[in-house]
Structure formats: C-alpha cells, structure tokens
C-alpha cells in the first residue's frame, strides 16, 4: 500500500525537476522574435514540449500546469515578461492554456520508438496550433483564415524544426540521466 501511495505522489525529486522545468518554460518564453499580428516566435513551445519528453506526462503536464497558474496570477514568466489573466485573455491565450496538453502528449509518448514520440509532438503541436489559432479568431473577432494566416502558418515551419531538436536533444537528456541514474523522474 505504501509503495503504492508513493508512487502517485510526488518526491522532493520530481519537485526539483519539475520546479527546473517551470524555470527553464519561463526563460525560454523570453527568447521571442515579434511577428505581425501580435504573435511572437518563441522558444516557450520548444521547452514546453521538452518538458513532456524528459519528465513524462504526468509530471511534464504538472510543470506546465505551474507554469501557466503563476503566469495566471501576475508573475511574469510569459512572452516579453508579461503575467496575469489579461494575457490569457489576450490573442496568445489559445496558444498558453493549450500548453499542458502538449506537454502531455510529447510525455505520453517519451518512452516509445521514435516515430511514436515523433507523432506525439506532432500531434501536440497541432492542438496547441488550432487552439491558438482559434482564440486568436475569436479575440480579435476575424475569420479562422486570417488567424490562420496570422497565427499558425508562419510558425508550422520553426514548429517542424523545434520538433527535430525536441526528438535530438531529448533523446540525448534521457541517455544522460539514464547513465547517471537518475531514470526514475519519469
């Protein structure tokens, strides 16, 4: 029973990796190029994805679930150091509440052959995709093809890339926590 309960709950362990990936989320959302249309190039979806393959899809989706809440209540750890529920509200919200779903799908398939966990990031991607995309139509009232146009196809191509380096460099973090046993944050 014991064994049991502790497997469903989270070790000072699991706390540090996931607290690391909160931070490492928040920084990466730093690293942002502005677009037309007020939807910048980031490397937030890139760790966001990242933090699914390395730490799994429980406890990547629980980082970002972090992520998310403390940038909810004002602290600013989303794109150009902005916090609070506005930003949620704003044309990126689709995009930032879609994340712990991404998280969960690269996590879900972070153990399998690579052409699942290729399809895992993918399939992330695309729901993070249509979800901001489709709240990018509904708060700045256009069509689904104008935030289409404006959200998501410039991105589809650093998307594509992202996921190659997610695959490379997540691959590389698991054989190196693996060898220095430390396998069991997953």
Same mark, same amino acid.
């Given at each position: 029973?014991?064994?049991?309960?502790?497997?469903?709950?989270?070790?000072?362990?699991?706390?540090? !990796?996931?607290?690391?990936?909160?931070?490492?989320? @928040?920084?990466?959302?730093?690293?942002?190029?502005?677009?037309? =249309? =007020?939807?910048? !190039?980031?490397?937030?979806?890139? &760790?966001? #994805?990242?933090?699914?393959?390395?730490?799994?899809?429980?406890?990547?989706?629980? @980082?970002?679930?972090?992520?998310?809440?403390?940038?909810?209540?004002?602290?600013?750890?989303?794109?150009?150091?902005?916090?609070?529920?506005?930003?949620?509200?704003?044309?990126? =919200?689709?995009?930032?509440?879609?994340?712990?779903?991404?998280?969960?799908?690269?996590?879900?398939?972070?153990?399998?052959?690579?052409?699942?966990?290729?399809?895992?990031?993918?399939?992330?991607?695309?729901?993070?995709?249509? &979800?901001?995309?489709?709240?990018?139509?509904?708060?700045?009232?256009?069509?689904?093809?104008? #935030?289409? #146009?404006? %959200?998501?196809?410039?991105?589809?191509?650093?998307?594509?890339?992202?996921?190659?380096?997610?695959?490379?460099?997540?691959?590389?973090?698991?054989? %190196?926590?693996?060898?220095?046993?430390?396998?069991?944050?997953?």
């Amino acid at each position: 029973m014991e064994s049991a309960m502790k497997k469903r709950g989270l070790s000072a362990r699991d706390l540090c !990796f996931i607290g690391l990936f909160v931070a490492v989320i @928040a920084v990466c959302a730093q690293i942002s190029i502005p677009f037309l =249309g =007020g939807i910048p !190039f980031t490397l937030q979806t890139w &760790a966001v #994805a990242l933090a699914g393959v390395i730490l799994g899809a429980r406890k990547g989706t629980i @980082a970002v679930i972090v992520y998310v809440l403390i940038g909810a209540v004002g602290v600013p750890v989303f794109t150009q150091f902005r916090g609070g529920i506005g930003v949620i509200t704003g044309v990126t =919200g689709g995009f930032i509440v879609s994340f712990p779903v991404q998280a969960f799908m690269a996590g879900i398939f972070s153990r399998k052959n690579i052409p699942l966990l290729v399809l895992g990031l993918v399939i992330g991607t695309a729901i993070n995709l249509t &979800a901001g995309m489709h709240w990018f139509a509904f708060v700045s009232q256009g069509t689904i093809q104008a #935030a289409f #146009a404006a %959200a998501v196809a410039p991105f589809i191509l650093p998307e594509i890339i992202k996921i190659v380096v997610v695959i490379l460099l997540g691959k590389s973090i698991q054989t %190196a926590l693996a060898k220095a046993q430390i396998h069991d944050i997953i």
